[in-house]
């Protein structure tokens, strides 16, 4: 092991900004040691200001092409709560439906194709596809169901144009559902047997943890893993009720910090994570019968701290919203399809809604005028809220790691960064490092 380690990870791109790496260690100490994130100012807030509440989720949906039902979901729902708006029990079940398409989609999209090429031993998925061409086609397989899936529910692949306060301007009819139920139910092995070959390659995730809190939304009445309904919770308060949406600033708390131009966010802790873990932590034992069965497969247990395992927890999800949608198609069909207009009329009012992207917990909140214009936003993503995080992680991690050297500490550092799927891009241009000697 060498005693000088200088690693420098420049501008990791992502939809939310740019992030860098920087490790510096002279003689055995270390003297830096930062997850750095010069993010420039995206404005989408001030993009809405102005603009009708039936605007608003075509707008914000751009803030992340990944996570745009999400966000279109999360803007809707503030919408709502802000215009006093109840939507009907199809409107929920239908939406709820198309969210899972998203966490299919963006889950299958980071395990398959930016985390295995790093437990298989390859720099990307292309030479996966030569080393196991199989496991590679299943999740292609997994993706373009989701893409579907998404189609359907949400008029296109990316960035909705179904959703509307207080209803959707389509839905799908009996057969297309009993299609993508039929769909959904022959992927089961594919999304299996790619689980057992992640699990075949499991032990190269470093054992690594550290004490962490842990938030997500949280459904009490009827007990449900939710990605959509519920209060704010965490492990340091889950004997407590939750937190009411509206009141999410009191527990993102954000703040700046130097070495970020975005927000960093904290409530019990210094720090907090969210996300596909978080969920698990703190809802685990509602999962699908399905989604259990691949928690055991991985010895993933409540109580996790290992942040390496979030991608294992995603695969845990990517099985129950298979399961679970696939119920939920069965309760849909039963009711009877039928067409709804609902009644809007503009007032003023603030409202917040929140629900769980793939990469965690999203609050949007808007305040609006007589007339339905935007005068206030306030949108917190999840990638931020675990920008303090990953810094900590990175404090207990480099002096526990830097005995591999500057290879396998900078190795160390890109997956876990990877592990908190904060995008596409960020993944990806990790890969451009540097080391100054």
Known sequence: ?????????????????HGNIVVNIRNGTIEQCQWQVPEAPRFFEAMVRGRR??????????????????????STKAVEDALGLHVSEQTDMLRILMHYSEQLQSHTLHVGYLVAPDLFGEKSVIPLVAKAPDIVKKIIKAHRIANQWSDLLAGRTTHPVTLIPGGMTKIPTEKELKDLQKTLKESIPDLLAVCEAVLSVADRLPSFERPTEYISLRQDNPPTYTFYHGGITSNDCIDQPPVPVQQWESVANEYVTPQSTAKWCRWHRDSYAVGALARFNNNGHLLSPLGQKVTQMFGLKKGCCNPFMNSIAQLAEVAHVVETAIELIDKLLTKGLREEKGKVSPKAGRGSGCVEAPRGILFHTYEFNKKGECIAANICIPTNQNHANIQKDFEKFVPEFMHLGEEGLRQGLEMLVRSYDPCISCSTHMLNIQFVK
């Open 1 to 17: 092991m060498s005693a000088n380690i200088h690693i420098h990870v420049h501008h990791i791109t992502r939809v939310e900004g």
């Open 53 to 74: 509440y039936d605007d608003i989720q075509t707008i914000v949906s751009r803030i992340c092409g990944i996570c745009s039902i999400t966000h279109s979901l999360a």
